[in-house]
């Protein structure tokens, strides 16, 4: 009963910047976390950034300083602002929200970084 729906990515030249955004709507009270992974071709899906309902934000270490998670808990929604973009952040993104004890996908967003 939770939909999610992710948007803005593109394609970009590295070094350049993109901001995701993820939203969440349907029957539910307030999520309790939300997370951004990527998958690349050939490549398992990995955890890149994740902010809980209090604020704590996690990053995978290869994004740290590059990439900023944030949140607006009234719209229910979430944001990924990606900077200094790098041709291995090529992937899709994909946004997960946590609502009680269950996690919603979203259908993913392509980010491609041309050297």
């Known amino acids: 009963q939770v939909q999610v729906v992710e948007s803005g990515g593109g394609l970009v030249q590295a070094g350049g910047s993109l901001r995701l955004s993820c939203e969440a709507s349907?029957?539910?009270?307030?999520?309790?976390?939300m997370a951004w992974y990527r998958q690349a071709p050939g490549k398992q899906r990995e955890l890149v950034a994740q902010?809980?309902?209090?604020?704590?934000?996690n990053y995978v270490d290869s994004v740290k300083g590059r990439f900023t998670i944030s949140r607006d808990s009234a719209k229910n929604a979430g944001y990924l602002q990606m900077n200094s973009l790098k041709p291995e952040d090529t992937a899709i993104y994909y946004c997960?929200?946590?609502?009680?004890?269950?996690?919603?996908w979203g259908q993913g967003t392509q980010v491609t970084v041309s050297s």
């Open positions: 997960n929200v946590i609502v009680l004890s269950l996690g919603y």
């Open positions: 902010i809980t309902r209090g604020g704590t934000t």
């Open positions: 349907g029957s539910f009270f307030g999520i309790n976390a």
